[in-house]
């Protein structure tokens, strides 16, 4: 059978729901950006939209000169990048919607350094869309958890501040490496994450595994009529007293599974967080985890989406 070259089937190996080829075909000049938008936030025929002016749905023509479309009876205009990352930026639409295809289609995300050269823009420019598609298009907007629900924490790997002990690479001697391992452990960063059993994730950074900051998180995330599962740490005492019950494995006693009362769900979780850390950055300064955090979240909430990963990020950049 001969092939279709204008609509060429996806190799079962891709991972992309959303090739290259249908990016260009969709998305080919900054006006065919700019319909997405319109069509997202205002006119899903691409037509008609409610005009604030004639107080109901009118029919609106594309303005040639303005990034704007106006209505047919009256003559008002209704602006698609208004309030989007995208307005009183001096990148073209098309390569905004370029970065968001690259970092939505890759299955670990890339760097604003690969971005950089993908996009043929400079490393500032590269670097503040990468973190304003991160930061704003992936943060998390779902509402609380629920049913089985297991929380951890991790530490991560930092990046050691800068100021004091900036040389402890070349540190001799049991002093100065005990001044290196007090930097990395000022270095690593506590991730605390909450994952429901076959569903969504949240997960942010936190200053200290200690005190009231991780059980307060639990309960800004989950919903009371849920099951937690968690280790022993002290931290997660008294949960029980906010949920319907709190299932507690004991890991410090080697018992990692029993029963259904486990933390696999979210180790797998880190396991991967921490692979990707390596794979793309060897280190996260805090400063950016969250963003890497909100990427990485993100991606594992949206898996199984029909829609394409890029479709959704612009769904979102529409909402504001
Ligand atoms: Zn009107």
């Known amino acids: 059978m001969p092939s279709d070259r204008n609509n060429p089937k996806r190799g079962k190996a891709s991972e992309s729901t959303y090739s290259l080829m249908e990016f260009m075909r969709e998305c080919p000049d900054d006006a065919a950006c700019l319909d997405m938008l319109w069509r997202e936030r205002y006119a899903l025929d691409g037509h008609t939209a409610h005009c604030p002016k004639c107080a109901r749905d009118r029919r609106f023509h594309r303005i040639a000169s303005r990034p704007a479309y106006s209505c047919d009876s009256c003559g008002r205009s209704l602006y698609p990048l208004s309030g989007t990352i995208f ?44 973190n304003k598609i991160r930061n704003q298009l992936m943060a998390d907007d779902s509402g609380p958890l629920r049913g089985d629900v297991e929380v951890d924490e991790a530490s991560v790997d930092g990046k050691p501040r800068k100021k004091q002990g900036s040389h402890s690479q070349i540190a001799i001697g049991p002093s100065r490496r005990s001044e290196a391992a007090k930097l990395r452990e000022r270095s690593r960063a506590t ?61 410090s006693a080697g018992i990692y599974v029993q029963g259904d009362t486990h933390t696999n769900t979210v180790e797998g979780f880190f396991g991967n967080l921490k692979t990707g850390i390596r794979g793309n950055y060897k280190k996260v300064s805090h400063k950016w985890l969250q963003g890497y955090l909100n990427e990485f979240t993100w991606r594992y909430n949206h898996r199984n989406d029909g829609r394409a990963m890029f479709h959704l990020l612009i769904q979102r950049a529409a909402q504001v």
């Open 87 to 130: 307005h009183k930026s001096s990148t073209s639409l098309q390569l905004w919607f370029y970065a968001m295809y690259l970092m939505a289609s890759t299955r670990c995300g890339i760097s604003a350094k690969q971005l950089e050269r993908e996009l043929g823009v400079t490393y500032k420019t590269a670097w503040r869309m990468f």
């Open 191 to 251: 991730v605390f994450a909450a994952v429901e059993r076959g569903g969504r994730i949240k997960a942010t950074v936190l200053e200290s595994r200690r005190g009231p900051q991780l059980k307060k998180q639990v309960i800004e995330w989950v919903e009371p009529a849920s099951m937690i599962f968690t280790d022993e740490w002290p931290a997660y005492n008294g949960l029980n007293r906010h949920f319907i019950d709190h299932s507690r494995i004991n890991h």
